[in-house]
């Protein structure tokens, strides 16, 4: 089965820019999404096909992608961009999650 | 603007069943396959489930396989998952999803907790 690997925190203080990496083979068949979940919210789409960000998504948030990882970018963080950050692909007939990175801005 | 909405949660005994429903409005819900997605208390998002956007495929994380059914009824804009033989390690916040591109729901999720 596949998995996708993400670090489990990422820190960074405010403007200044956070990576956030997710590993995995079955990268290089499909594309990821990226998405954000706030506490007690449900998870919101930040990134998909990659690279492609949804109207109204900031433009501080961009993907990127190399062979097997595709990276989350926030340039500039802001408080309000504490949270958890979880990548996820489509292999056939199922959907793969990263484990999730806490994203803390101090 | 659409979205999702699941009910049907609730606390349970081990081994017993529950019925969750999702119910969608605002787009064109014929068209997507709806993916089950939980969260156990302070863990991650979990894959569960998916059934096809007809009805006539469904698929399963390994975990569930034997005890859940998923279905749906287009005419009602509705999925559910017939949960059956609960344990413990099923406790989380259950949600459904769709997406296609650009578009993707999420529902609010619904609280399914197992305890004696």
Not at chain 1, 42 to 47: K, M, Q
Not at chain 2, 2 to 12: A, D
Not at chain 2, 46 to 67: C, L, M, N, P, T
Request: charged share 15%; net charge neutral.
């Amino acid at each position: 089965s596949y998995e996708l690997t993400q670090p489990s925190s990422v820190s960074v203080f405010p403007g200044q820019t956070a990576n956030i990496t997710c590993s995995g083979d079955l990268l290089t068949k499909k594309y990821a999404r990226w998405v954000q979940q706030k506490p007690g919210q449900a998870p919101l789409l930040l990134i998909y096909k990659d690279t492609e960000r949804p109207a109204g998504i900031p433009e501080r948030f961009s993907g990127s992608t190399s062979g097997t990882t595709v990276t989350l970018t926030i340039s500039g963080a802001q408080t309000d961009d504490e949270a958890d950050y979880y990548c996820s692909s489509p292999p056939d007939n199922s959907l793969v999650f990263g484990g999730g990175t806490r994203l803390t801005v101090l | 603007q659409g979205q999702l909405v699941e009910s049907g949660g609730g606390v349970v005994q081990p081994g017993r069943s529950l019925r969750l429903s999702c119910t969608a409005s605002g787009f064109n819900f014929p068209s997507y396959g709806i993916h089950w997605v939980r969260q156990a208390p302070g863990k991650g998002l979990e894959w569960v489930a998916v059934i096809s956007y007809d009805g006539s495929h469904q698929f399963y994380a390994d975990f569930v396989k034997g005890r859940f059914i998923g279905s749906r009824d287009n005419s009602k804009h509705t999925a559910y998952l017939e949960m059956s033989s609960l344990r413990s390690d099923d406790t989380a916040l259950y949600f459904c999803h769709c997406f296609r591109g650009v578009a993707e729901y999420w529902g609010q999720g619904t609280v399914v907790t197992v305890s004696s």
